[in-house]
Antibody, heavy 122, light 112 residues
Framework: EVQQVQSGAEVKKPGESLKISCKGS????????IGWVRQMPGKGLEWMGIIYPGDSDTRYSPSFQGQVTISADKSIGIVYLQWSSLKASDTAMYYC???????????????WGQGTLVTVSS | QSVLTQPPSVSGAPGQRVTISCTGS?????????VHWYQQLPGTAPKLLIYGNTNRPSGVPDRFSGSKSGTSASLAITGLQAEDEADYYC????????????FGGGTKLTVL
């Protein structure tokens, strides 16, 4: 069974660093892109970036470039999303999901993690 | 501001048919790129509903259907049920942004 299992909820203060994780199982982890999606309270889905665990090729949405870092450890099947200095505006639910290659420049997220709630408050 | 535009909300009575539009431009839907749809039930992660414009993953009822024409796509739900009350998002590729993934702003479906 294909699964993406995310790390638990976090409560942090502004300025602190954070790294959340997403573990893939039930498929060839190094053969699919994994993406991160932000959902701020009461708002829609925003694509943050993707990584190919096979070679750690990473692409960021322009909106998130320089704001977060996406990485992967293919030896243990985990993808990470990290911040060096959190802001209150980073408070959101963060989802990881597997990106399935459907066709030429056509991809969709077929398996989603359960989400990690990040709360940043002083 | 999303590059794919959806109505913020739609509603319908049980048993009725509703449609949700997803309007793009010549750099995404109009360029022929596929549209995919997700359903997000309250308090849960999004779930793939339609892929490749018209295809349903295994387990998705045939009450849900997708279509695409020109610079727009639509999700239709027939025989509306209370359990369909959720947020719906379209997703595609955009060449001007070189973005593999762009989402619509989402549509809240209310079953009256």
């Amino acid at each position: 069974e294909v699964q993406q299992v995310q790390s638990g909820a976090e409560v942090k203060k502004p300025g602190e660093s954070l790294k959340i994780s997403c573990k893939g199982s039930g498929y060839s982890f190094t053969s699919y892109w994994i993406g991160w999606v932000r959902q701020m309270p009461g708002k829609g889905l925003e694509w943050m970036g993707i990584i190919y665990p096979g070679d750690s090729d990473t692409r960021y949405s322009p909106s998130f470039q320089g704001q977060v870092t996406i990485s992967a450890d293919k030896s243990i099947g985990i993808v990470y999303l990290q911040w060096s200095s959190l802001k209150a505006s980073d408070t959101a639910m963060y989802y990881c999901a597997r990106l399935f290659p459907y066709g030429d420049l056509s991809y969709y997220f077929d398996y989603w993690g359960q989400g990690t709630l990040v709360t940043v408050s002083s | 501001q999303s590059v794919l535009t959806q109505p913020p909300s739609v509603s319908g009575a049980p048993g009725q048919r509703v449609t949700i539009s997803c309007t793009g431009s010549s750099s995404n839907i109009g360029a022929g790129y596929d549209v995919h749809w997700y359903q997000q039930l309250p308090g849960t992660a999004p779930k793939l509903l339609i892929y490749g414009n018209t295809n349903r993953p295994s387990g998705v009822p045939d009450r849900f259907s997708g279509s695409k024409s020109g610079t727009s796509a639509s999700l239709a739900i027939t025989g509306l049920q209370a359990e369909d009350e959720a947020d719906y998002y379209c997703q595609s590729y955009d060449s001007s942004l070189s973005a593999l993934v762009v989402f619509g702003g989402g549509t809240k479906l209310t079953v009256l």
